[in-house]
């Protein structure tokens, strides 16, 4: 390797430079560094040791260029190796001159360069979430033979989808020759300070982002009424849903159907966060109108809150 080689891998990933498992899933949220170590760990591969061929795969071949493509070409500059390699940009080949090792990259949609290519040694499956399980057996079924050195694919993606295969085949159900590594961006040293920002504006549209980008764990369905008709009395109330005197009370009222129901609630916000709390239901079972609504609720809290208070429709 070259002397002005500087590598630079964050601790959460650098054990993994010695693991030779066959499987490498690398998992977690966005800006964590996934992709860049993998580009990493598949460069020190290349210029380290011989008789290699790497793969790297996307599920669409154009996809290819903007995301591995660019990562590998940066990763080898930053370690100092940009003349060691010839590349050739039309068939985003990667060659080391002094070992001869490659590393190519095809998408699974361009059948006849992949059927082109053999001794793959080594994989890596950027996006893996993309594949269905059956394309994952056909790249499983192309690392085989013997080598000289160890066989791997490297998965690396976001948990979007906890029904995803990948989490019954490597997660459920781990097999012993796989590794296995969640990380987010708290594990990037190297992440700046704007796209901490933009992550946390993206996690803020819904909790399944949040989730999944932000947080690094298996996202779920979105439901989108997923509170209709999954009220549970003993599950969604607690000591803390109660009237809070002085505080204002939002009286959130569905008058279009029969029962006229209206919830009451307190929101607030503190440095936990925002607080969501309904504390009643006043129901009027048959042709209850406004008036007798607004009646029911001064009756049962008083002319002092109903004058602290704010009356939304029921899409609160």
Same mark, same amino acid.
């Given at each position: 390797?070259?002397?002005?080689?500087?590598?630079?891998?964050?601790?959460?990933?650098?054990?993994?430079?010695?693991?030779?498992?066959?499987?490498?899933?690398?998992?977690?949220?966005?800006?964590?560094?996934?992709?860049?170590?993998?580009?990493? !760990?598949?460069?020190?591969?290349?210029?380290?040791?011989?008789?290699?061929?790497?793969?790297?795969?996307?599920?669409?071949?154009?996809?290819?260029?903007?995301?591995?493509?660019?990562?590998?070409?940066?990763?080898?500059?930053? *370690?100092?190796?940009? =003349?060691?390699?010839?590349?050739?940009?039309?068939?985003?080949?990667? $060659?080391?001159?002094? $070992?001869? @090792?490659?590393?190519?990259?095809?998408?699974?949609?361009?059948?006849?360069?992949?059927?082109?290519?053999?001794?793959?040694?080594?994989?890596?499956?950027?996006?893996?979430?993309? *594949?269905?399980?059956? +394309? &994952?057996?056909?790249?499983?079924?192309?690392?085989?033979?013997?080598?000289? @050195? /160890? !066989?791997?694919?490297?998965?690396?993606?976001? #948990?979007?989808?906890?029904?995803?295969?990948?989490?019954?085949? %490597?997660?459920?159900?781990?097999? +012993?020759?796989?590794?296995?590594?969640?990380?987010? %961006?708290?594990?990037?040293? &190297?992440? +700046?300070?704007?796209?901490?920002?933009?992550?946390?504006?993206?996690? =803020?549209?819904? #909790?399944?982002?949040?989730?999944?980008?932000?947080?690094?764990?298996?996202?779920?369905?979105?439901?989108?009424?997923?509170?209709?008709?999954? %009220?549970?009395?003993? !599950?969604?109330?607690?000591?803390?849903?109660? &009237?809070?005197?002085?505080?204002?009370? /939002?009286?959130?009222?569905? &008058?279009?159907?029969?029962?006229?129901?209206?919830?009451?609630?307190?929101?607030?916000?503190?440095?936990?966060?925002?607080?969501?709390? $309904?504390?009643?239901?006043?129901?009027?079972?048959?042709?209850?109108?406004? #008036?007798?609504?607004?009646?029911?609720?001064? @009756?049962?809290?008083?002319?002092?809150?109903?004058?602290?208070?704010?009356?939304?429709?029921?899409?609160?």
């Amino acid at each position: 390797m070259s002397q002005q080689a500087k590598l630079r891998v964050n601790d959460a990933f650098y054990h993994l430079l010695y693991d030779s498992n066959r499987y490498e899933i690398l998992y977690g949220g966005s800006g964590s560094g996934k992709s860049v170590f993998a580009s990493q !760990k598949i460069i020190l591969r290349t210029v380290g040791e011989e008789k290699h061929r790497f793969l790297c795969i996307r599920k669409v071949a154009n996809t290819l260029r903007s995301s591995v493509y660019q990562i590998l070409i940066d990763c080898i500059s930053d *370690l100092g190796l940009r =003349s060691e390699f010839e590349i050739n940009k039309t068939e985003m080949r990667f $060659t080391h001159k002094p $070992t001869g @090792n490659e590393i190519l990259l095809a998408g699974l949609d361009d059948v006849e360069r992949l059927k082109s290519i053999a001794g793959i040694t080594s994989i890596w499956v950027e996006e893996a979430t993309e *594949l269905n399980e059956s +394309d &994952f057996d056909q790249i499983d079924l192309r690392l085989r033979g013997e080598t000289v @050195n /160890y !066989k791997q694919i490297i998965l690396s993606f976001n #948990p979007i989808d906890e029904s995803h295969w990948l989490k019954k085949r %490597f997660f459920d159900n781990k097999p +012993d020759n796989s590794t296995v590594l969640k990380t987010t %961006f708290k594990d990037n040293h &190297f992440i +700046d300070d704007e796209y901490r920002t933009v992550l946390e504006q993206k996690a =803020s549209v819904s #909790p399944n982002l949040y989730r999944i980008y932000y947080l690094g764990e298996w996202g779920k369905e979105d439901i989108q009424r997923p509170y209709c008709q999954n %009220f549970n009395r003993e !599950k969604h109330i607690s000591d803390l849903a109660v &009237f809070i005197p002085n505080m204002t009370v /939002y009286f959130s009222l569905d &008058f279009n159907v029969e029962p006229f129901v209206c919830e009451a609630s307190h929101i607030w916000t503190d440095s936990k966060g925002m607080h969501f709390h $309904t504390f009643d239901e006043v129901v009027i079972e048959k042709n209850g109108d406004v #008036p007798e609504m607004c009646d029911m609720i001064e @009756n049962s809290y008083g002319m002092k809150v109903v004058s602290n208070a704010i009356f939304t429709g029921d899409a609160m």
